[in-house]
């Protein structure tokens, strides 16, 4: 399957937590490969960022551990 087609397709989910958020949110997909899939909730027909298992895992570490906090 084509990625743009893979994209349409993907079952996109948000964190349960970001229905107090007003829609500010970021949605994922598990894609094909161990692709993940990441997009803005607010404008899901913008294109999505990909990024490989590995990168998405650093990052879920990564917040995990606080270093995005501000």
């Known amino acids: 399957m084509d990625l ?9 989910r948000k964190a349960a937590m970001s229905g107090s958020n007003q829609g500010n949110c970021l949605e ?4 094909s490969g161990g692709r993940v899939g990441v997009r803005d909730s607010e ?6 960022f990909v990024v490989s298992a590995g990168v998405w ?12 906090d501000f």
Request: zero cysteines.
């Open 43 to 48: 404008a899901p027909e913008k294109g999505p």
């Open 4 to 12: 743009s087609d893979e994209l349409k397709s993907a079952a996109w």
């Open 28 to 31: 994922v997909a598990p894609l």
């Open 57 to 68: 895992d650093a990052f879920i570490d990564g917040a995990k551990k606080g270093e995005f």
